[in-house]
């Protein structure tokens, strides 16, 4: 009995810390949620009060507009109430929620549901599906082709998408993302938007079927103390010259080097920059292909790791992070806006960026990553709402000032990002005091994603994946590409070499 | 007065056999749903080309044995079998050693282990946690700039990090450890029960006898533990041949480096990706087929020896 007694103890004692961590979790987390849902509460008030005058206006603008929907309903109320009540966003996080709760005109969050919202007699539902392990997009991939023929109240009809697979649903046919024709937006209500932003939800019959009000164009991120130290500058016009292109970087690769640091944390850091480059899509009708701006990354990143001037981590790996702390000796890192401001260990003590002490440069060339683009869902019962909410989300200055006040979001808007870079009283405190959004306006303007191709995802991924094996010097490159074509294999059998 | 006890006998044989039907029932309905449907649907299946392309479904076109054809001409099949083993054996050698010795010490009553209950628990205990929790642990602690790293380097083994990850051997190792850290405790208290079961006066007359405890471990513990040694042997090889989690968080899913640590059911996850049904059906009828002739041929082989 004692015995017993001791053995299930000793279980008791493990389950329970088991537990314990869960308990401590779901209590760290129900503690945010709830304050969020009540803030939206306590914002619910004054956003009720504004709503009448707010919603009226573009309900008369869009009445001329759409001369058909105007000429069949005598009010525009009607239209309203001839459309569904219910209007179902399909997405994998918080973001676009708390974008429209906060700034969109007449949108109430439901105190009691987080995940529940009215615009004035429609509910917003909110369905959250997690990208983890593909999760969302088979979520999308089952319901999306049988939208229209779904329940009016079940039907989706707003659904969000990244640029890795957008292409997926905006070449699907038969289509199942609204082209703006479709939803009635004219070229000219879009104009103030960057070409890429539409590049990567543009068809292939030169259809744009989603927006975004995000432009996440991104730079060299560089540790102003070792530019400092190395380069004998930290202004970001001077540090540009000595990574304006990737010789020149390669180069000042090897002055870290010799000064102790890395260039970057990992060899990761820069394939975005270079795959954002290519000349050629991955594949060309059912044919992959590998670009000579990935070759030479390939190249580069060889030459780097063999002269242990940077690492082969994983992005997010908790050895990839080590450089966000200036015992981690690393240079520079590639990313945008959101990685500044969310990712870099901000609020943590001893932090380069608690510090104040990053910069930005424009790097040796322009890329972009992140973002999320708004879809209308073929099949939806709210046409008019939803291609409201995608002008106003998207093209409204008002708006967009504000989310990029509130939330230090890059807006998709050069006019705008034009007037931010003008503006000498804005600086970021984790850029010391720098202001960002002349080097992103500019970084913005000349992405290119045309090169574009429906498999970038799971191309980009294996490729990283089997290259890292070539750079730590266990296979050679023909081997490396070898495994790639065959994991690609796995993933699209209907491509070939 | 016979016959009729007889009689009602019989009957009551019969009544209460169907009772045991209708208890019997819940498993055979929950088997039928959940076993047997997918097994002869993955059998179907593995005839047709079946997946997606992106938001297109291609097929399921019937195909015959070409999904077959496709998977054993090629070499990687056959690559990902031996990566397989590899492992398998790395962790399952070192697992029935300990697991014998341990056994042979908690049942040997002349020894008079104190606290058995506990240690039996305590080796029983990793085999509570989820293998991907374990993984998870093991891949942060053999991370490159991790705990054993900085160890190793504090105490001047190492002047660098070694890349634990990046080399088949210390891949594989790892994976192997890992499943005979998981498994070595459910092992022993199987071999335990076994030992406990052979009858003592064997071991007191053979000790009369003058034999060692080595001799009496050879020569009486291990023939009378041959069932149940089979048992261990057979469970741990389908167990093996099926090994995922493991390697499959330890190395994100890609079987790094070179994918030399990508066992069979990893690249059988490979073919979920885009659904591909046709194809890991074919997959995990070979597998099926290769544990049935494995087991048989180590029962054949074990039993006959028992003759």
């Known amino acids: 009995m004692k015995k017993k007694i001791v053995s299930i103890m000793l279980t008791a004692a493990m389950t329970a810390t088991l537990l314990a961590g869960c308990g401590g979790a779901a209590a760290d987390t129900a503690a945010p949620a709830a304050a969020d849902a009540a803030a939206p509460a306590d914002e619910a008030a004054p956003a009720d009060e504004a709503a009448p005058a707010d919603e009226a206006a573009p309900a008369d603008e869009a009445a001329p507009a759409d001369d058909a929907a105007a000429a069949d309903s005598a009010a525009d109320t009607a239209t309203a109430s001839d459309e569904g009540k219910v209007l179902n966003i399909q997405c994998w996080n918080e973001e676009f929620k708390s974008r429209v709760t906060d700034h969109y005109p007449g949108y109430e969050a439901d105190a009691s549901d987080p995940n529940s919202g009215k615009i004035g007699d429609v509910t917003v539902k909110w369905i959250i599906t997690p990208t983890d392990d593909n999760a969302y997009q088979n979520h999308l991939d089952e319901i999306l082709p049988t939208n229209e023929s779904a329940a009016a109240d079940d039907k989706v009809d707003i659904f969000l998408v990244e640029a890795d697979y957008a292409l997926k649903y905006v070449n699907a046919d038969p289509a199942v993302a609204m082209s703006m024709d479709d939803l009635g937006i004219a070229a000219a209500d879009i104009s103030d938007q960057y070409k890429y932003t539409q590049d990567i939800v543009t068809d292939t019959n030169g259809k744009l079927r989603g927006l975004s009000w995000q432009a996440c164009s991104a730079g060299l991120i560089y540790n102003r103390d070792i530019a400092k130290e190395v380069l004998g500058t930290e202004e970001p016009e001077e540090v540009q010259e000595k990574v304006k292109d990737w010789a020149t970087f390669n180069k000042t690769a090897e002055d870290l080097k010799k000064a102790g640091y890395f260039v970057e944390s990992t060899v990761n850091d820069s394939y975005r920059v270079y795959s954002n480059n290519v000349s050629k899509p991955w594949v060309d009708g059912t044919t992959v292909q590998i670009d000579p701006n990935i070759e030479k990354w390939v190249e580069d990143s060889k030459a780097l790791v063999d002269a242990k001037e940077t690492n082969t981590y994983d992005l997010w790996s908790d050895d990839w992070n080590k450089g966000f702390y200036p015992e981690g000796k690393v240079f520079a890192y590639f990313g945008p806006a959101w990685l500044i401001n969310f990712c870099m260990a901000a609020d943590t003590e001893g932090s380069v960026a608690n510090a104040g002490r990053w910069g930005l440069c424009v790097g040796p060339q322009s890329f972009y990553w992140g973002g999320t683009w708004i879809c209308g869902a073929t099949g939806t019962d709210n046409p008019t709402l939803v291609k409201d909410i995608m002008l106003t989300m998207t093209t409204d200055k008002a708006v967009l000032r504000e989310i990029v006040e509130k939330d230090s979001d890059c807006v998709n808007s050069p006019s705008l990002l034009g007037e931010l870079a003008a503006d000498t009283s804005f600086g970021n405190k984790i850029l010391g005091g720098q202001n960002p959004y002349k080097q992103l306006a500019d970084g913005a303007e000349k992405v290119d994603m045309s090169k574009i191709s429906d498999y970038d995802q799971g191309c980009n991924e294996s490729f990283q994946a089997a290259m890292k094996d070539y750079f730590e010097g266990k296979v050679d490159y023909d081997k490396a590409v070898a495994n790639f074509q065959t994991a690609v294999k796995e993933k699209y059998p209907e491509l070939s070499f | 007065m016979d016959g009729g006890k007889k009689k009602s006998g019989s009957s009551n044989v019969v009544k209460y056999n169907k009772w045991g039907y209708i208890f019997l029932l819940p498993f055979m309905i929950v088997y039928a749903v959940f076993q047997l449907i997918p097994f002869v649907s993955t059998i179907y299946y593995s005839f047709f080309e079946n997946y997606r392309s992106g938001l297109k479904q291609i097929g399921p076109n019937f195909i015959g044995m070409e999904n077959y054809a496709t998977l054993l001409s090629n070499a990687d099949i056959w690559k990902y079998t031996e990566n397989t083993f590899v492992m398998w054996i790395l962790g399952f050698i070192p697992q029935i050693i300990v697991s014998l010795l341990l056994a042979a010490w908690f049942s040997d009553p002349s020894l008079r282990i104190k606290g058995q209950r506990f240690f039996k628990t305590v080796i029983y205990l990793p085999n509570l946690i989820m293998a991907a929790a ?117 190395t994100a899913g890609e079987g790094a480096p070179d994918r030399t640590t990508m066992t069979l059911i990893m690249f059988l996850n490979k073919h979920l990706f885009n659904k591909n049904y046709g194809m890991s059906g074919a997959l995990s009828v070979i597998l099926l087929i290769v544990t049935g002739i494995l087991s048989f041929a180590v029962y054949k082989f074990t039993s006959n020896q028992n003759d």
Do not use: C, H
């Open chain 2, 134 to 250: 374990f993984a998870m642990l093991f891949f942060t602690l053999f991370a490159d700039s991790g705990p054993i790293n900085s160890m190793l380097m504090q105490a001047g083994l190492i002047s660098e990090p070694y890349k634990f990850m990046s080399n088949t051997g210390s891949a594989r190792m790892l994976v192997g450890f890992m499943n005979f850290l998981m498994w070595f405790g459910n092992t022993t208290i199987l071999l335990l029960a076994g030992m406990m079961g052979i009858d003592t006066s064997l071991f007191e007359a053979a000790e009369v006898d003058g034999a060692t405890s080595n001799q009496i471990f050879w020569r009486i513990t291990m023939p009378l533990l041959r069932p149940i040694f089979v048992f261990v042997l057979i469970t741990s090889l389908i167990g093996g041949l099926q090994m995922f989690d493991v390697p499959q968080i330890l």
